[in-house]
């Protein structure tokens, strides 16, 4: 599904990633670690061509990302739902309108839009809430319309990136528990976190990267 072969990166000449080789499987869960400015979130970023390599090759299903023109990427882009460290909710936007702008930037018709709207905030459990603006819900809730709004165009691959960072205990349970039901469905799930609560005890794949290399690999 995903494959990260001799990948380097670099900013201003100081090495984020070093040639990192890594296969993500389909339909894997899989979670990335390690301490602060490791480059989880480079990785990440290279996955969706936020950023390109600076030696290596990636390949994202059918795409070799880092040979990619810029004129692809959106169709890329369609298929990776992406969640960033902040929510990057829209305060003017409803909680509906949050998750189906990412359909109307497709260009789907206003009737399949709120069908599949619909659909996802009641699998988040938000459908009662569709009509409230971002400030009146909770933590956990805008967390869950930012999965929605990831999910909503229903993607191959799931991107997160310290997705609990904000969250409490009691929340940061939950939203996992909605990553692992996201990924019995099929989806391809990267989790970058530095929580080891997340995985520990999960039974799924951990990449720990140190020093621009993955350290090591187990299961958490």
């Known amino acids: 599904m995903i494959l990260f072969s001799g990948i380097t990166?670099?900013?201003a000449k100081k090495p984020v990633l070093d040639s990192i080789s890594l296969i993500i499987k389909e339909g894997e869960l899989l979670f990335i670690t390690g301490p602060s400015g490791a480059g989880k979130t480079t990785l990440l970023?290279?996955?969706y061509c936020s950023e390109r390599p600076d030696k290596g090759h990636i390949t994202v299903a059918d795409w070799e990302v880092s040979k990619l023109k810029q004129g692809e990427i959106p169709e890329l882009r369609r298929n990776i739902g992406i969640i960033f460290q902040d929510f990057k909710l829209l305060p003017n936007r409803t909680v509906f309108?949050?998750?189906?702008?990412?359909?109307?930037?497709?260009?789907?018709?206003?009737?399949?839009?709120?069908?599949y709207v619909n659909e996802i905030l009641e699998e988040v459990k938000l459908l009662d809430k569709a009509n409230l603006f971002p400030q009146?819900?909770?933590?956990?809730?805008?967390?869950r319309v930012v999965i929605a709004r990831a999910m909503v165009s229903k993607p191959v691959v799931l991107l997160a990136d310290e997705p609990t960072g904000d969250?409490?205990?009691?929340?940061?349970?939950?939203?996992?528990?909605?990553?692992?039901?996201?990924?019995r469905k099929g989806t391809t799930v990267v989790i970058a976190t530095h929580d080891e609560n997340l995985f520990r005890g999960s039974g799924h794949r951990?990449?720990?990267?140190?020093?621009?290399?993955?350290?090591?690999?187990?299961?958490?």
């Open 136 to 143: 009146f819900l909770s933590g956990g809730e805008q967390q």
């Open 167 to 183: 969250l409490d205990v009691e929340n940061a349970k939950a939203i996992m528990e909605l990553f692992s039901k996201i990924n």
């Open 9 to 11: 990166k670099s900013y």
């Open 97 to 115: 309108d949050n998750v189906a702008l990412a359909l109307s930037i497709h260009g789907m018709n206003p009737g399949k839009t709120r069908h």
């Open 206 to 220: 951990v990449i720990f990267i140190n020093d621009h290399y993955i350290e090591k690999e187990y299961v958490g």
């Open 45 to 47: 970023k290279l996955i």
